[in-house]
């Protein structure tokens, strides 16, 4: 095992920084049993989404789904409206794909080999080796932004992190400081650490555990590391959505791959919506007319409201059309207002309802 801190210094680091997590360690709820289904649950909620964020929702999945067969049998647009609100909604129908997987090739138990762990639809290295390592203590190092800013710290690497020959010398390091026989409690120190100690700015070394061998803290570079990402300018996207309602306040909803943007509702229930360039109410209404056959004379511009998906600013730009009669068209959903929870929705769609109430 190659790493840049000698035999005594890493068993000095194990050692203080289990000491520090066996002392510290937060009361989450994934944390209380380890049950590979609920680690695997959290571990793919908490991927891109805030930890605060993610319990409600942990919470009231494994409610309405507490087993992997359960999950197993529901149906997609049930597993989507417990996800409804998360984001990313491929991560959800990715979890629900390897639940069926788990119950059919894998008698219902999540495996136990990486392997096999990297062979369900949505578990990459990250995910397996924490699941594993989790629930079942198998010798396996996760490596995430978190745990790679404590690395990088430590060792006092400079440079983007995440720059593939950077990243792959943080992964040895990793595999170099597990400690064993517990590597499931010494990933989450690591990924505690970054989390409430070395934050991303401001890291509190004084309550540092490992401070004393930390090398960016004894050359001042705490706040040069990690180096600021490059990341491309966001993309400007402008998508004009139509709230087509009738005189009993009921809307329209279509799910049609042609009418939507994959990213930005997740391919669930929507508006009509299409992306705009200079007139966008033109634009829309000729999309209506050619994918529903509604001939509109008049479309009122509702507030436009803001959304970031990744690397774009998105403006969402809703109008009203008062129908006399919605259309009867396949793949549609007509329901009040007031039931658009009923359904899985992204929350783009829950913005441009939102307008129509501002
Ligand atoms: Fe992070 Fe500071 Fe601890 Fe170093 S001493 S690992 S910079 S919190």
């Not at 009361?27 to 891109?48: G, K, N």
């Not at 060792?155 to 990243?167: I, M, N, Q, T």
């Not at 970054?194 to 004084?206: A, F, H």
């Not at 600021?228 to 009993?248: G, H, S, T, Y």
Request: proline letters at 7%; a positive charge; hydrophobic letters at 45%.
């Amino acid at each position: 095992m190659k790493t840049q801190f000698s035999a005594r210094t890493v068993a000095s680091i194990r050692k203080s920084l289990l000491a520090w997590f066996d002392q510290h360690r937060r009361a989450l709820p994934w944390r209380a049993s380890r049950d590979p289904y609920r680690v695997w649950i959290a571990e793919i909620m908490l991927q891109q989404t805030r930890i605060a964020a993610v319990i409600p929702y942990y919470e009231r999945f494994l409610e309405h789904f507490p087993t992997v067969e359960a999950l197993a049998g529901a149906r997609e647009d049930q597993v989507l409206r417990q996800w409804s609100g998360l984001g990313y909604y491929s991560r959800a129908r990715n979890m629900h794909r390897a639940a069926k997987e788990i119950v059919e090739r894998h008698q219902g138990k999540f495996p136990r080999t990486l392997e096999q762990a990297l062979g369900l639809p949505g578990i990459g290295d990250y995910t397996a080796a924490a699941v594993l390592s989790i629930a079942y203590d198998l010798p396996l190092a996760v490596l995430d932004g978190n745990v790679a800013r404590v690395l990088a710290r430590l060792g006092a690497v400079r440079g983007d992190l995440r720059e593939p020959r950077r990243w792959r010398a943080l992964a040895e390091t990793a595999r170099a400081l597990l400690a064993p026989p517990s590597a499931g409690d010494w990933n989450q120190a690591l990924m505690e650490l970054g989390e409430i100690v070395c934050t991303p700015r401001n890291p509190l070394c004084g309550e540092c555990p490992v401070a004393r061998f930390c090398r960016a803290v004894a050359l001042d570079l705490t706040d040069r590391i990690p180096a600021p990402r490059r990341k491309p300018a966001p993309v400007k996207v402008r998508i004009a959505a139509a709230i087509l309602r009738d005189p009993q306040g009921r809307v329209l909803l279509v799910r049609d791959p042609g009418a939507h943007d994959s990213v930005l509702f997740s391919r669930m229930w929507q508006f009509p919506a299409i992306e705009v360039s200079e007139h966008a109410q033109k634009e829309l209404a000729d999309h209506l007319e050619q994918t529903l056959g509604v001939e509109l004379s008049a479309l009122e511009q509702l507030p436009t409201a803001r959304h970031a998906v990744t690397y774009r600013n998105v403006a969402l730009l809703p109008f009203l059309a008062r129908v006399a009669k919605l259309p009867k068209v396949a793949r549609t959903r007509i329901l009040t207002l007031g039931k658009l929870g009923s359904v899985p929705v992204s929350s783009a769609t829950r913005k441009i309802a939102a307008a129509l109430l501002a």
